[in-house]
């Protein structure tokens, strides 16, 4: 069986956080209705009708473990870039979830060696 694990991408600060690891920065949360959240705190200063206070401002881009590792052994999460061997021919791509009529599952492709290179967030230019 494989781990469960997430990372959110917080753009205010330009950092990925792990679930599992990041416990000081943020707080991963199932909602009731089965949606997965991730909250940073934001501390908010003190005005004259309130006292400084603290509120978990949400993070947008929350990826998941796919459960599998790349040649070095680093896991591979939704967002990371490939940089890939298939039948001789090197590939760069993104992982992602696919979802179609017939099929879902993760898009990462039928590789030989494969190197987690960057993702979308912090590398974006390695797409280009």
Known sequence: MRDIEFRAWDEDNGEMLYSGKDYEKCTFVCESEGTLKCYVPQRIPATQEEPEHTIGRELTYIM???GLKD?????IFEGDIMNALTDDEKHIWPVMWLKEKEYSGWEIGSWTECEVI???HENPELLK
């Not at 040649?71 to 896991?75: A, E, I, M, P, T």
């Open 64 to 66: 998941q473990f796919t």
């Open 71 to 75: 040649n070095s052994g680093r896991k």
């Open 118 to 120: 960057g993702n979308i």
